[in-house]
């Protein structure tokens, strides 16, 4: 045979053998590479024990990529996957197109009725369900207790901007690499702009005027966004125009922030004597407001979803009814300990003695999720809903515009006004376009 | 090289040639390194070069996690089979463009060379349109056939160049002999063109193996290759230093390997045959 | 000596070739062109009926447009200049008696084999990191403050990534053509007492022209479309959104598939301008 003919051979046999059929149910759930998720992908034999005849397929990818390939996939109807990981920004806008299967069938003893209210309105279009949240988050303050005892301040439980300023500028030693403050610098609508979504409200800031006219040059933005530089330039640490969550929490647990302003998550991370060099010295408190009677903390969902279309809805139905069942959190509690389950879904956690006692972040997480209110999320009166996101579809490539040239500003590339300047010209352009 | 030299001066060129080699060579060395520390060694301040307690621990999470063998299978089978498949379409054309040459010839080549350029981002979603109407979404199929469409024109221009240094007179004996094109082909140009064929094939291998945006847009979970097993280990919560750079050392090290064993026919091939 | 049997043999022998390329490069091209005339927004339910050249108007007039138009040539002339600059000395270094060359070849050539994925992420983490980075902590030791990399200097730290990885072919090539070059030539200029750079400047250049419109024809090709880089390191922030860049913003992260493909069709407008560049380039320079 010529190597001409055997490579023939060789590649027709490859691509005969590369499509394969699977006699039962294969059930393809797309999700982020999270802690929480890793994790269920770890516990999830213990599913298809139960569940012989489905096999679950696993696409982990990273936040960014992850949120590309769902959107382009469930657009463009693709089908790919048959569970999705969707945050409370995609579900309205999704369940408003149809292209959700409605999880009002979920039986009962999964227990609707238990997760907690403001995150199931958020997951809820024209009183469908159309997603369970795996587990849900609002931000709230962490922060040293030993910096703040060494100097001289006491955290109040339900803190002031102005307070926090005062503290950042208390806590800051850049001499031993200790920055004040450590908070979202990286360019994305989830990233920066959920940040200062949300802290902008607690300053009188919209997005859009009732008549969806933006409003990011007006007064409320330019005061709210030169606060936080102020912040951020002089108590921050470097390089904070390129930190994300991720970057802030490794610095956290490094020991180098004082104040840290982000998602309840993160308190069990930042409490882990495992991954953190401070676990023992973290207090928490609401996050700040400005006295107009709005706190700067969002709400946000990761959720599990089954595209419209998908050929194994009833398998992925029951794959859900399991990842976010009380059994699953028992079950996360059974292996890994108390303070490792999912938060921030369920009212009976929060009433468990043993979770409470096991997480010291349990009442504050509570207490900033019931506070968040994403059909008001301002003082003013808006025209959409959400709080840390505007739940229209063309939000977050304007926000992630917009977050880059607040980055650049942080970056000190630009002015605030500047930035705010170019925001509101490329919002009112991509609204334009949009047919508002 | 006819050139007598000091020894002093090839010192001199040998200690330059290596500090520059090294220097190159650091970032993979320092990703390797760091993929046997822990965690907090993988940041320490300041940081350790090869003193540190060397464990295998990122490597066992990793393959606890991903199902590596999957990724790498799918990696083989796509950059492999879109490689031979464009090698298969490619050699006829290219060798009807080396031995029998029209004016338009250059003309064909350099449109083909211009293809390369569509930006694919451009062409996403039409492209995906398209897939999920023939249902070769998530399948290796439909990236064997992207892949080699990419690739195509590079390797038409390779076995180009490969074969226009094969004397023509060779070909005119065996034709004088009465071997018929298909002959013609087969036992003496082929034989005669495996060097370049093989450089071919190397360099196409990489480049498939290391295209991203379509292999990772392209598919779910039954077709992702090393690429989309990359995806899923940028930026976790914490610290990720060391098993980011696990996964790096696992989704680059075959073609590094393979890079080495083949090293001859791959410095040829990376010249694209255009320089002799 | 070609029949005109061999001659419809040969075009038949073209044919798969040609038509695969022209349905790669047609349909999607077509396909483009036509919801450029769009309104096309998925999440709105799709195609929202003709709007003409608007999508056309309002790629070119958004803000982001010339911006982008900059930060491309940037990034492709700025990797060409470091390429074919270092790419030069390298190989000249290399072509030297040494020990080891082999080995040394290798630790040259071996970025060629690294992903784009995962170079940026080593060196977005591993090396440009401001707190973490190899680079801090090597500032840090001279005393300087570490350097804020990907927000500071973003187009720079881009176009320092993308030439790691494409210095080694740029090497490999004008290596080659350097091992070519009749050495016998270069010793009688050094005898006639002609200086290295003057021997540099009248033989070695010279010799190395066709070599170096391989390198930027190649090159060019792949410079213009590259994603992985921008993507993982800073997302189209600091002015680092090429037009590839903009048009992904466009299509995928705003959904706009109209306003897109208008920006696509610019873009494949703009890479036939460059590719008729090269071509008289490569038409006078290499035999093909």
């Given at each position: 045979?010529?190597p001409i003919r055997s490579l023939c051979?060789?590649?027709?046999?490859?691509?005969v053998?590369a499509?394969?059929?699977?006699?039962?149910?294969t059930v393809t759930i797309?999700?982020?590479?999270n802690?929480?998720?890793i994790?269920?992908?770890?516990?999830?034999d213990e599913?298809?024990?139960?569940?012989?005849?489905?096999?679950?397929e696993?696409?982990?990818?990273?936040?960014n990529v992850?949120?590309q390939?769902?959107?382009q996939d469930i657009?463009a109807?693709?089908?790919?996957f048959?569970?999705?990981?969707i945050?409370t920004?995609?579900?309205?806008i999704?369940?408003?197109?149809?292209w959700l299967?409605?999880?009002?069938d979920?039986?009962?003893?999964?227990?609707a009725d238990?997760l907690?209210?403001?995150?199931?309105?958020?997951?809820?279009?024209?009183g469908e369900?159309?997603?369970?949240?795996?587990?849900g988050?609002?931000?709230m303050?962490m922060y040293r207790t030993?910096l703040m005892?060494k100097?001289?301040?006491?955290m109040p439980?339900?803190p002031t901007w102005?307070?926090i300023?005062?503290?950042a500028a208390?806590?800051?030693?850049?001499?031993?690499?200790?920055?004040?403050?450590?908070?979202r610098?990286k360019a994305?609508?989830?990233?920066?702009?959920?940040?200062l979504?949300?802290m902008s409200?607690?300053?009188?800031?919209?997005?859009?005027?009732?008549?969806?006219?933006p409003?990011?040059?007006?007064?409320?933005?330019?005061t709210?966004?030169n606060f936080?530089?102020?912040l951020m330039?002089?108590?921050?640490p470097?390089?904070?125009?390129?930190n994300?969550?991720?970057e802030n929490?490794?610095?956290?647990q490094?020991?180098?922030?004082?104040m840290?302003?982000?998602?309840t998550?993160?308190?069990s991370f930042v409490?882990?004597?495992?991954?953190?060099?401070?676990?023992d010295?973290?207090?928490?408190?609401l996050a700040p407001d400005?006295?107009?009677?709005?706190r700067g903390n969002?709400?946000w969902?990761?959720s599990?979803?089954?595209p419209?279309?998908?050929?194994?809805?009833?398998?992925?139905k029951?794959?859900i009814?399991?990842?976010t069942?009380?059994?699953?959190?028992?079950?996360?509690?059974?292996?890994?300990?108390w303070?490792?389950?999912?938060?921030?879904?369920?009212t009976?956690?929060y009433?468990?003695?043993?979770?409470k006692a096991a997480?010291?972040?349990?009442e504050?997480t509570?207490g900033?999720i019931?506070?968040?209110?994403?059909?008001?999320?301002s003082?003013k009166?808006?025209?959409?809903?959400?709080v840390?996101f505007?739940?229209i579809?063309?939000f977050a490539?304007?926000?992630?515009q917009v977050g880059?040239e607040i980055?650049?500003?942080?970056?000190g590339?630009?002015?605030?006004?500047?930035?705010?300047?170019k925001?509101q010209a490329?919002?009112a352009?991509?609204?334009?376009?949009?047919?508002? | 090289?006819?050139?007598s030299v000091?020894?002093?001066?090839k010192?001199?060129?040998?200690?330059?040639a290596?500090?520059?080699g090294?220097?190159?060579?650091?970032?993979?060395?320092?990703t390797?390194l760091?993929?046997?520390k822990?965690?907090a060694?993988?940041?320490?301040?300041?940081p350790?070069?090869?003193a540190?307690?060397?464990?295998?621990e990122?490597?066992?999470?990793v393959?606890?996690?991903?199902?590596?063998?999957?990724?790498l299978?799918?990696?083989?089978?796509?950059?492999g089979?879109?490689t031979?498949?464009g090698?298969?379409?490619?050699?006829?054309a290219?060798?009807s463009?080396a031995?029998?040459?029209s004016?338009?010839t250059?003309?064909?080549?350099?449109w083909m060379l211009?293809?390369?350029m569509?930006?694919?981002?451009g062409?996403l979603y039409p492209?995906?349109?398209i897939?999920?109407?023939?249902?070769l979404?998530?399948?290796r199929?439909?990236?064997v056939i992207?892949?080699?469409?990419?690739?195509?024109?590079?390797?038409?221009?390779?076995?180009?160049?490969y074969?226009?240094?094969?004397p023509?007179?060779?070909l005119?004996a065996a034709?004088?002999?009465?071997?018929?094109l298909?002959?013609?082909?087969l036992?003496v140009?082929?034989?005669?063109?495996?060097?370049?064929?093989?450089s071919?094939?190397?360099?196409?291998?990489i480049?498939?193996?290391?295209?991203a945006?379509?292999?990772?847009n392209?598919?779910?979970?039954?077709?992702?290759?090393?690429?989309?097993?990359?995806?899923?280990?940028?930026?976790?919560?914490?610290l990720f230093y060391?098993?980011?750079?696990?996964a790096?050392?696992?989704?680059?090290a075959?073609?590094l390997?393979?890079?080495?064993?083949?090293?001859k026919?791959?410095?040829?091939?990376?010249?694209?045959?255009?320089?002799? | 000596?070609?029949?005109q049997h061999?001659?419809?043999?040969?075009?038949?022998m073209m044919?798969p070739?040609v038509v695969?390329l022209l349905?790669?490069?047609?349909?999607?091209l077509?396909?483009?062109?036509?919801f450029?005339?769009k309104?096309?927004i998925?999440?709105?339910g799709?195609?929202?009926?003709?709007?003409?050249f608007?999508n056309?108007?309002r790629f070119?007039?958004?803000?982001?447009?010339?911006?982008?138009?900059s930060?491309t040539l940037?990034?492709?002339?700025?990797?060409?200049?470091?390429?074919?600059?270092?790419g030069?000395?390298?190989a000249?270094l290399?072509n030297q008696?040494?020990w080891?060359?082999?080995?040394?070849?290798?630790?040259?050539?071996?970025p060629?084999?690294?992903m784009p994925?995962?170079?940026?992420?080593v060196w977005k983490n591993?090396?440009?990191?401001?707190?973490?980075?190899?680079?801090?902590?090597l500032?840090?030791f001279?005393?300087a403050?570490?350097?804020?990399?990907?927000?500071?200097a973003s187009?720079?730290s881009?176009?320092m990534?993308?030439?790691?990885?494409?210095?080694p072919?740029a090497?490999?090539i004008?290596?080659t053509?350097i091992?070519?070059?009749?050495?016998?030539?270069?010793e009688?200029?050094?005898?006639d007492?002609?200086?290295?750079v003057?021997?540099f400047a009248y033989?070695?250049l010279p010799?190395?022209?066709?070599?170096?419109t391989v390198v930027v024809?190649?090159q060019t090709?792949?410079l213009?479309a590259i994603?992985?880089?921008i993507?993982v390191?800073?997302q189209?922030?600091f002015?680092?959104k090429t037009?590839?860049?903009?048009?992904?913003?466009r299509?995928?992260?705003?959904?706009?598939v109209?306003l897109g493909s208008?920006?696509?069709?610019?873009?494949?407008?703009l890479?036939n301008i460059?590719?008729?560049f090269?071509?008289r380039?490569v038409?006078?320079n290499?035999?093909?």
């Amino acid at each position: 045979m010529s190597p001409i003919r055997s490579l023939c051979a060789a590649s027709v046999l490859a691509m005969v053998t590369a499509g394969g059929a699977f006699a039962e149910t294969t059930v393809t759930i797309a999700t982020v590479n999270n802690g929480d998720m890793i994790r269920m992908q770890g516990l999830a034999d213990e599913f298809t024990a139960q569940n012989p005849d489905v096999t679950l397929e696993w696409v982990t990818l990273e936040e960014n990529v992850l949120r590309q390939r769902v959107t382009q996939d469930i657009a463009a109807k693709g089908g790919s996957f048959d569970v999705m990981t969707i945050g409370t920004y995609e579900v309205p806008i999704w369940g408003n197109q149809g292209w959700l299967v409605s999880l009002n069938d979920m039986p009962a003893e999964w227990d609707a009725d238990d997760l907690l209210p403001a995150i199931r309105d958020g997951l809820t279009v024209d009183g469908e369900l159309y997603a369970a949240p795996f587990y849900g988050e609002s931000s709230m303050v962490m922060y040293r207790t030993d910096l703040m005892e060494k100097a001289g301040l006491e955290m109040p439980e339900a803190p002031t901007w102005d307070f926090i300023k005062e503290a950042a500028a208390g806590m800051t030693d850049k001499e031993n690499e200790i920055y004040g403050i450590c908070l979202r610098g990286k360019a994305g609508w989830g990233e920066n702009m959920a940040f200062l979504t949300a802290m902008s409200n607690s300053f009188g800031a919209r997005w859009f005027d009732e008549n969806w006219q933006p409003e990011l040059n007006g007064e409320e933005w330019t005061t709210a966004v030169n606060f936080y530089m102020d912040l951020m330039n002089n108590y921050g640490p470097p390089g904070a125009s390129t930190n994300g969550f991720n970057e802030n929490l490794s610095l956290f647990q490094q020991g180098k922030c004082g104040m840290w302003i982000d998602a309840t998550v993160a308190a069990s991370f930042v409490t882990n004597p495992n991954d953190s060099t401070v676990a023992d010295k973290v207090g928490f408190a609401l996050a700040p407001d400005n006295g107009l009677g709005r706190r700067g903390n969002w709400l946000w969902a990761w959720s599990l979803a089954i595209p419209a279309g998908s050929d194994a809805t009833d398998a992925a139905k029951k794959f859900i009814q399991w990842a976010t069942s009380k059994e699953y959190t028992a079950l996360v509690a059974s292996k890994e300990g108390w303070a490792n389950v999912p938060p921030g879904t369920r009212t009976s956690l929060y009433e468990n003695a043993e979770y409470k006692a096991a997480a010291p972040f349990a009442e504050m997480t509570l207490g900033s999720i019931n506070a968040a209110d994403p059909t008001n999320p301002s003082i003013k009166p808006v025209p959409y809903t959400g709080v840390q996101f505007v739940a229209i579809p063309e939000f977050a490539g304007i926000a992630t515009q917009v977050g880059q040239e607040i980055s650049a500003a942080l970056a000190g590339q630009q002015s605030v006004e500047e930035a705010l300047e170019k925001a509101q010209a490329l919002t009112a352009d991509e609204m334009e376009a949009a047919g508002y | 090289m006819a050139r007598s030299v000091t020894t002093q001066r090839k010192i001199i060129n040998t200690a330059a040639a290596w500090t520059v080699g090294m220097l190159i060579f650091f970032p993979i060395l320092w990703t390797v390194l760091t993929s046997f520390k822990t965690e907090a060694t993988a940041i320490a301040d300041p940081p350790v070069f090869l003193a540190f307690d060397w464990t295998l621990e990122n490597y066992s999470t990793v393959m606890e996690r991903s199902d590596y063998m999957r990724f790498l299978w799918n990696s083989v089978i796509i950059a492999g089979g879109s490689t031979l498949l464009g090698i298969i379409i490619a050699v006829p054309a290219a060798w009807s463009m080396a031995f029998v040459p029209s004016k338009r010839t250059k003309d064909i080549l350099l449109w083909m060379l211009s293809t390369k350029m569509l930006p694919a981002v451009g062409v996403l979603y039409p492209i995906y349109l398209i897939f999920i109407k023939m249902g070769l979404l998530d399948t290796r199929t439909g990236l064997v056939i992207v892949l080699m469409l990419m690739n195509l024109p590079i390797i038409v221009w390779m076995l180009y160049t490969y074969f226009k240094e094969i004397p023509g007179e060779i070909l005119e004996a065996a034709r004088m002999d009465g071997a018929s094109l298909k002959e013609e082909i087969l036992y003496v140009l082929t034989p005669m063109a495996i060097p370049g064929i093989a450089s071919t094939l190397l360099l196409n291998f990489i480049l498939a193996w290391n295209e991203a945006f379509w292999t990772l847009n392209l598919t779910a979970a039954k077709a992702a290759p090393l690429t989309a097993f990359i995806a899923s280990y940028s930026s976790p919560e914490g610290l990720f230093y060391a098993k980011l750079s696990a996964a790096s050392t696992m989704a680059i090290a075959p073609i590094l390997i393979l890079g080495w064993f083949s090293q001859k026919q791959l410095v040829s091939g990376l010249t694209f045959g255009a320089v002799k | 000596m070609a029949t005109q049997h061999s001659r419809s043999a040969a075009r038949l022998m073209m044919a798969p070739a040609v038509v695969l390329l022209l349905g790669w490069m047609l349909v999607p091209l077509i396909m483009t062109l036509l919801f450029s005339f769009k309104k096309y927004i998925p999440l709105r339910g799709g195609d929202l009926g003709w709007v003409g050249f608007d999508n056309y108007i309002r790629f070119v007039t958004s803000s982001a447009f010339w911006p982008s138009v900059s930060a491309t040539l940037i990034v492709v002339g700025g990797v060409l200049i470091i390429t074919v600059i270092f790419g030069v000395l390298l190989a000249i270094l290399l072509n030297q008696p040494m020990w080891g060359q082999g080995v040394v070849r290798i630790l040259v050539i071996a970025p060629f084999f690294v992903m784009p994925t995962v170079s940026a992420l080593v060196w977005k983490n591993m090396f440009m990191d401001p707190v973490n980075g190899l680079f801090a902590h090597l500032w840090k030791f001279f005393g300087a403050a570490p350097v804020e990399w990907l927000s500071q200097a973003s187009l720079q730290s881009i176009v320092m990534i993308v030439s790691w990885q494409w210095l080694p072919f740029a090497t490999l090539i004008l290596l080659t053509a350097i091992q070519s070059l009749d050495s016998e030539q270069l010793e009688a200029a050094e005898m006639d007492g002609a200086p290295p750079v003057k021997r540099f400047a009248y033989i070695t250049l010279p010799h190395l022209g066709r070599a170096i419109t391989v390198v930027v024809l190649i090159q060019t090709i792949f410079l213009l479309a590259i994603f992985a880089e921008i993507f993982v390191t800073t997302q189209g922030s600091f002015g680092t959104k090429t037009l590839t860049y903009l048009i992904y913003q466009r299509v995928l992260e705003s959904q706009n598939v109209g306003l897109g493909s208008a920006g696509g069709v610019y873009a494949i407008i703009l890479a036939n301008i460059v590719a008729i560049f090269l071509m008289r380039m490569v038409g006078k320079n290499l035999d093909a």
